[in-house]
């Protein structure tokens, strides 16, 4: 169940990171619809994944995936092994703390693993140029954009429209 909790982890600094952009910035009306249609396909999207996940072949190949990127950073830099262990305590302790409520261990538990995600990040972007996990993961976006597509009809409608919206937000921030 690592994937639920790396995915809800993933959620929550995602959406802390949105909020600390909306804060820095005083957007117009046009770029506040986009931001908020933005959210909601992406909140929309985030929950038929979530239903994906509990598909037992999109988990377990999900698993393999993670298996097999942190088997290959550890081949790579045995030191990866211990970051990779402070990682897994992370997530579970956030598990932990989201389930009792806790933002502030909530809030120190996500910095923990910002900083270890950039200790990590040169090993894991190494790893993923590696052919055989690309391999693995293009199999596994397509198996899970299939299984959401199953799951809402139009799940690459949105996909398409929450791109859109990016590209103009970008362009909006670039115009500034």
Do not use: H
Request: a negative charge; zero cysteines; charged letters at 25%.
């Amino acid at each position: 169940m690592r994937k639920k909790t790396v995915a809800t982890f993933i959620v929550a600094v995602i959406l802390m990171f949105s909020a600390m952009v909306m804060n820095a910035q005083t957007p117009n009306e046009e770029t506040q619809k986009l931001y908020q249609e933005y959210m909601t396909l992406n909140q929309e999207l985030r929950a038929i994944q979530q239903k994906a996940f509990q598909d037992s072949a999109i988990a377990k190949q999900a698993e393999e995936l993670s298996d097999m990127i942190d088997k290959k950073m550890r081949e790579i830099d045995p030191e990866a092994k211990k970051l990779i262990q402070q990682r897994d305590s992370i997530e579970t302790e956030f598990q932990t703390a989201q389930n009792a409520g806790d933002q502030g261990k909530i809030e120190k538990l996500q910095q923990d693993y910002q900083e270890l995600s950039t200790q990590l990040t040169p090993l894991n972007q190494q790893v993923m140029q590696m052919e055989d996990v690309q391999k693995k993961q293009q199999k596994l976006n397509s198996d899970m954009i299939q299984k959401m597509q199953e799951i809402d009809p139009q799940t690459k409608t949105k996909i398409q429209r929450l791109n859109e919206i990016q590209q103009q937000l970008q362009q909006t921030q670039s115009n500034k």
